[in-house]
């Protein structure tokens, strides 16, 4: 409603009503541009009180993109009871955090993707805007579910030229010519698969063309089954139920360096069995599980061997072991035994005076002779080991000399020395603080001791 004062003044001349117009736009201007500075000067206060509540808020995008890498772990898309730490949860939080998220390719190019059984077209076009993200970074996916892998594989024929790694999950062979020779940054592949090794099934042909792979892991071992660029791989993973089927791999696989093989127990043994001896001249580590024969390493020579890991071996499996360390003449500088008897593994530590490190892994057996062998035989058993680690099933370790296997081994190479064992008695507990309390003269700078319960 117009004052007393604006109505007398609307009787005015059409020339001072104009005039008027004018001045009320100029002073209404003058006010819109004070609030808008107003406004500023609220959000600047807003923003430094901020600060002060939440410091995290005055980081630079690059710190706070640094801190977000040490959470985004595993990130997935669809339904998974483990479900990782992807980006999506940092960018819910607030619109400046969701910016940092979305500008971070890397975040974006590690996915574990777990295709639905119903709603594939969504989904995949759900996992384009994902992988969108990534920009032009190497992609590094793993596919689960595997009545889909087909279909999922088909749709990422278009960024095949960016994959780096690639995990699959199959029920049947793999035929997909669209990736066939489109691999180049591929370095690392790992098929899962419970298909029977025995049936006759096509050969997969669409990763033989890969100049940049170089890990490999298989849970069928077979050329017959897959065709790769065998030669050129430097660690292979395998688990096969055929011996022959996995010796036949070992010969394309002659440029080595690192070699994990899962014996099962339903492991095949053939009359074709290769009686060549296989020299794998670059092996450094090899891990050897679930064979207690151990009879694959007959057909072994690993003469720059470094790492050993064995498993459940048994005395015919131990025989094995020390004759191809006799054979190889290898510089094994660390060894790992598991679920081992003594009886089996002392006699392998013979035949390996060059350890530095030994492991053994076994919870219902106690490692009292090799502490015995420890203390008493510094310079024929391990005399270069310079750590111990031991865990085992023994309840009482009161009759353990593990004081006297301290003080002859502290005198050599032997720099940390740890022991995990069983404690549920009270008994128990105070032998552990007598044995803790002797040690304590013992320990320093130069060698750390860890006794641990569990």
């Not at 500023?40 to 808020?57: F, K, N, S």
């Not at 400046?96 to 975040?107: A, K, Q, T």
């Not at 096969?240 to 440029?255: K, S, Y």
Request: with cysteine.
């Amino acid at each position: 409603m117009a004052t007393t004062a604006t109505q007398e003044f609307l009787n005015s001349s059409a020339a001072a009503l104009r005039a008027r117009l004018a001045a009320l736009g100029h002073e209404m201007a003058g006010l819109e541009s004070r609030l808008r500075l107003l406004t500023a000067e609220r959000d600047v206060v807003v923003y430094g009180l901020g600060a002060i509540v939440y410091p995290v808020l005055t980081l630079p995008p690059e710190i706070m993109g640094e801190i977000f890498s040490h959470y985004v772990e595993n990130p997935h898309i669809g339904y998974t009871q483990d479900p990782g730490r992807g980006p999506l949860l940092l960018a819910s939080v607030c619109r400046s955090w969701r910016e940092i998220c979305l500008s971070i390719h890397p975040f974006w190019s590690n996915l574990r993707i777990f295709p639905p059984r119903v709603g594939l077209d969504a989904f995949l076009s759900r996992t384009e805007c994902w992988l969108s993200r990534a920009g032009d970074e190497p992609l590094d996916l793993e596919i689960s579910r595997s009545a889909s892998t087909q279909a999922v594989l088909s749709f990422l024929s278009r960024r095949s030229t960016q994959l780096r790694t690639l995990k699959l999950a199959l029920d049947a062979t793999l035929a997909n010519a669209e990736m066939a020779g489109r691999l180049p940054l591929l370095e690392k592949l790992s098929i899962g698969t419970s298909m029977d090794h025995q049936h006759d099934w096509p050969i997969m042909t669409c990763f033989r063309d890969t100049p940049s792979l170089r890990e490999v892991q298989l849970s069928i071992a077979s050329p017959r089954w897959i065709s790769l660029p065998w030669s050129q791989l430097l660690s292979l993973e395998l688990t096969t139920t055929n011996l022959f089927n996995g010796l036949e791999v070992l010969r394309q696989t002659q440029d080595l360096r690192a070699l994990t093989v899962y014996l099962t127990n339903r492991t095949i043994y053939t009359s074709r069995d290769d009686p060549r001896p296989l020299i794998l001249a670059h092996l450094r580590t090899l891990n050897f599980l679930y064979s207690g024969d151990g009879l694959l390493l007959d057909h072994l020579t690993l003469p720059a061997l470094e790492s050993l890991q064995c498993s459940y071996l048994n005395d015919e499996g131990a025989n094995r072991l020390m004759s191809l360390a006799s054979r190889s003449s290898w510089p094994l500088r660390r060894i790992r035994l598991a679920n081992t008897l003594a009886r089996a593994y002392i006699p392998c530590l013979r035949y390996t005076p060059s350890v530095e490190e030994v492991e053994i892994y076994h919870r219902q057996y106690t490692a009292r002779q090799l502490f015995e062998l420890l203390a008493t035989d510094t310079e024929e058993f391990l005399p270069a080991l310079r750590a111990l680690t031991i865990a085992d099933g023994t309840a009482d370790i009161s009759y353990l000399n593990i004081p006297e296997m301290v003080r002859a081994r502290k005198r050599g190479p032997m720099r940390c020395f740890g022991y995990s064992f069983t404690g549920h008695s009270d008994l128990n507990k105070a032998a552990v603080e007598g044995i803790r309390d002797r040690l304590r003269s013992l320990v320093g700078e130069e060698l750390k001791v860890e006794l641990t319960e569990y």
